[in-house]
């Protein structure tokens, strides 16, 4: 007996993300997005995968200001808003930010997006050009367009990310490049968050990980091997399993793809496109059954059962997917005994589990005791027949 196809419920008046577990790896707007996800219902467990740490201090940046003092670029290029504004405050601190600024405003200024458009403006300054995608590519693409490339001289302010291939492409074709570092990022001063967040993932308590930065991707991972090889592989495991990957853009999902884990990203690269794709994706991926002549839709930590959210606890939620993967197939105690987290000792944790279950639901005939032989959802007749 194959799996039926029932539609889709209607849940109403409740948020999309509720009864989802949603992890943030993002240091720089975490609590912006956060809110997003808690407004639709999710619950949000967060832990930085990385820190800011700010180079106002750092000989690297005043460097290379002093070498565009100096030599004055043909072309800036302006990445980030954050970026771009740390870059002038370090200059106005060292006396020299009303030359720095006279200097990028005789060249040509290129701002990647709203927020680095935004930042040039602040400063006085106005950008020649920004495009529509916010995307590095296509202000490369441009760049590498023009036919007086060769020897102009070019500062990009970078953000965080070393973007070797940018840079290299422009020199490659025969520009100056002067890279501007404003911040780098390295890992969290405390790693407690970070590993809470880890663990969730790795015991299969977070329905989805979003990530915008490349770099959390990374730092999520380093963090990862410093457990060991087991850690990375189980991480690698679960990201290509149940809980799903979702990045601000194909650039922050570029490192996951290259661990073949399965990623996906909003059209328009920003965080609120991020979370309205979330809630389109998580709740398509739930299954809705037929049973008992109620409808229910099984979620991360709760399920709807005509449209009304119950909140089940992990050891109930363990069994409830369990049954709900095979639906109408009666499943024994001890398979379903292997799904209860930690395990458990004897079938008396799968009664205690499912009694639980039962009482969460609120219909405890849902779930059916099949004697001798184990539990499964009780799918309604029409359902099991037409599949």
Same mark, same amino acid.
């Given at each position: 007996m194959s799996a039926p196809q029932p539609s889709r419920s209607r849940t109403g008046s409740v948020p999309p993300l509720a009864g989802f577990t949603v992890a943030v790896t993002a240091a720089r707007r975490a609590e912006e997005l956060g809110a997003l996800l808690e407004r639709r219902g999710a619950e949000v467990v967060h832990?930085?995968?990385?820190? !800011? #740490?700010?180079?106002?201090?750092? %000989?690297?940046?005043? $460097?290379?200001?002093?070498?565009?003092?100096a030599r004055p670029p043909d072309v800036a290029v302006a990445?980030?808003?954050?970026?771009?504004?740390?870059?002038?405050?370090?200059?106005?601190?060292?006396?020299?930010? %009303?030359?720095? =600024?006279?200097?990028?405003?005789?060249?040509?200024?290129?701002? =990647?997006?709203?927020?680095?458009?935004?930042?040039?403006?602040?400063a006085g300054l106005r950008e020649a050009w920004s495009p529509a995608s916010e995307s590095s590519s296509e202000v490369l693409e441009r760049l590498l367009g023009r036919s007086d490339l060769a020897g102009l001289? !070019?500062?990009?302010?970078?953000?965080?990310?070393?973007?070797?291939?940018?840079?290299?492409?422009?020199?490659?074709?025969?520009? %100056?490049?002067?890279?501007?570092?404003?911040?780098?990022?390295?890992?969290?001063?405390d790693p407690g968050p970070l590993d809470r967040l880890l663990d969730a993932v790795l015991s299969g308590g977070v329905d989805a990980l979003t990530f915008t930065s490349a770099l959390a991707a990374a730092g999520l991972y380093a963090r990862a091997e410093e457990r060991g090889a087991r850690a990375v592989d189980d991480l690698t495991r679960v990201l290509r399993g149940r809980t799903q990957v979702a990045c601000v853009?194909?650039?922050?999902?570029?490192?996951?793809? #290259?661990? $073949? !884990?399965?990623?996906?990203? /909003?059209?328009?690269?920003?965080?609120?496109?991020?979370?309205?794709?979330?809630?389109?994706?998580?709740?398509?991926?739930? /299954?809705?059954?037929?049973?008992?002549?109620?409808?229910?839709? &099984?979620?991360?930590?709760? #399920?709807?059962?005509?449209g009304e959210l119950r909140p089940v606890s992990p050891a109930p939620m363990a069994v409830l997917r369990a049954l709900a993967r095979r639906p109408g197939v009666v499943v024994s105690c001890a398979d379903?005994?292997?799904?209860? /987290?930690?395990?458990?000792?004897?079938?008396?944790?799968?009664?205690?589990? &499912?009694?639980?279950? =039962?009482?969460?639901?609120?219909? /405890?005939?849902v779930v059916q005791t099949v004697t001798k032989r184990g539990y499964r959802i009780a799918l309604d007749p029409a359902a099991a027949c037409g599949s």
């Open positions: 832990g930085p995968a990385l820190r !800011i #740490a700010p180079l106002a201090d750092d %000989e690297e940046l005043r $460097d290379a200001t002093q070498e565009l003092l990445t980030t808003g954050i970026g771009f504004r740390g870059w002038m405050e370090a200059a106005d601190g060292w006396g020299e930010g %009303e030359a720095l =600024r006279g200097v990028l405003a005789a060249g040509e200024l290129l701002a =990647r997006g709203p927020k680095a458009c935004g930042a040039l403006r602040a001289r !070019i500062a990009v302010q970078l953000h965080g990310e070393p973007l070797r291939d940018f840079l290299d492409a422009l020199r490659g074709a025969g520009a %100056e490049v002067v890279p501007v570092p404003v911040y780098r990022w390295t890992g969290p001063l853009g194909p650039v922050t999902a570029a490192p996951l793809l #290259a661990r $073949d !884990i399965p990623a996906y990203w /909003p059209e328009r690269f920003r965080v609120g496109a991020l979370v309205r794709l979330l809630g389109e994706r998580l709740p398509a991926t739930a /299954p809705v059954l037929p049973a008992a002549g109620r409808t229910l839709e &099984v979620r991360g930590t709760a #399920a709807l059962l005509d379903l005994l292997g799904c209860l /987290p930690g395990g458990g000792s004897d079938e008396h944790a799968v009664e205690a589990a &499912v009694a639980r279950l =039962r009482a969460a639901l609120g219909v /405890p005939s």
